[in-house]
């Protein structure tokens, strides 16, 4: 039977209605995925990743607010605002009570502050971070920012043994917390309290624009050989996408490597393909500036501060940190006329016993 004028209209009409959706459910797809392509083409991946971070961000300041019984950002954001540089750059440190106590790490640290060229004034930007109650009011009474960081369950108040299950609790507890600062915004240099700062290091780190410096035990001269075995005890960090990403890889990756400490768990995820995915940009710091008593600093004309890694054990590390220090006054003591002619050396190590494992060799940067 012959169709009718109205019947071939009405299916003229459904063909076309089929091609319409047809051509709109398939813009809605190429439309979307080409967007993207472009945007990670020309914008980069880390900030079409970093922009679905804000609800993240949200949720990860809501948890940690919980977790400090619910008034720590606030208190965290006064803190860090009240010691931040022009750049929002702040440096902090993490404390105890058995390193806090009178005549202990923390005294020497302050020291370190006061007696060297141009450190002084760095201490305005120092924050505490406190991990017990004795180590904050101990703080309170020795410094102007501190931050009590509470930890449930946990007392992280006496000496912890290194690679003890509290020793690593603590390590990775300064990770996730780190992961907070780059959060709500922050740059930090991050220093273990037994580096004594001997020279302002700000001008140095400044000269790179990398993501990520830290600090090593052993440096063969080459800032961007991975093959350098990276201390966690001294890092600069700039708060931005890749490096909030890399922090939570960071943290994450302890599952992956049960049992490690952060440091040992970074020797490993340092050339991970993921962090060359996000674009981190990542910059070892030479031992000449920032040494310690794995491989000491060469130079003290140049040397910014002196870690006392390869060290375990409280009292050694205090015995060797004199030393540091005396070491350094002598230096400040001679005459310029002297200075320029005499070899000063550190007399470290005294107490500590450096692994077999760690090999002496000189730093040859310049």
């Not at 089929?18 to 813009?27: E, H, K, R, S």
């Amino acid at each position: 039977m012959a169709m009718s004028r109205f019947q071939r209209r009405m299916e003229e009409k459904a063909a076309t209605r089929m091609f319409a959706l047809g051509v709109f459910v398939l813009a809605g797809i190429v439309f979307p995925c080409t967007a993207i392509f472009v945007y990670v083409q020309f914008i980069g991946l880390p900030a079409f990743v970093g922009s679905f971070l804000h609800p993240m961000e949200a949720a990860i300041n809501e948890r940690f607010a919980k977790s400090e019984q619910g008034s720590g950002v606030l208190e965290l954001r006064s803190v860090l605002e009240k010691a931040a540089m022009v750049d929002n750059t702040v440096i902090l440190t993490t404390l105890n009570e058995a390193w806090a106590a009178p005549g202990s790490v923390f005294d020497l640290f302050l020291e370190s502050f006061r007696i060297g060229e141009h450190t002084s004034g760095l201490l305005k930007h120092l924050v505490i971070i406190a991990l017990d109650e004795k180590a904050y009011e101990r703080c309170k009474f020795k410094h102007v920012n501190c931050y009590a960081l509470k930890t449930e369950g946990v007392d992280f108040s006496a000496e912890k043994r290194f690679m003890t299950a509290d020793y690593l609790k603590m390590v990775w507890r300064r990770i996730d917390f780190l992961r907070i600062v780059l959060e709500i915004g922050y740059n930090f240099i991050f220093t273990d309290a037994d580096v004594m700062w001997f020279r302002d290091p700000v001008p140095f780190l400044a000269t790179h624009d990398s993501d990520f410096q830290i600090a090593c035990d052993l440096f063969n001269g080459d800032p961007d050989d991975m093959s350098n075995r990276v201390n966690g005890g001294f890092k600069f960090v700039r708060s931005n996408e890749r490096t909030k990403l890399f922090y939570k890889f960071w943290y994450e990756s302890r599952d992956s490597y049960p049992g490690l400490h952060d440091q040992d768990v970074l020797n490993f995820i340092k050339v991970d393909q993921y962090l060359r995915d996000v674009g981190l940009t990542f910059k070892l710091l030479p031992t000449v500036k920032f040494g310690g008593i794995c491989q000491p600093s060469r130079d003290f004309d140049q040397v910014c501060t002196m870690h006392a890694n390869c060290c375990v054990g409280l009292v050694d590390k205090l015995n060797d940190l004199r030393v540091i220090i005396e070491d350094w006054r002598m230096y400040r003591g001679l005459p310029v006329s002297l200075k320029n002619t005499h070899q000063s050396k550190w007399r470290i190590p005294q107490k500590c016993r450096i692994p077999t494992i760690i090999t002496r060799t000189p730093d040859i940067s310049n």
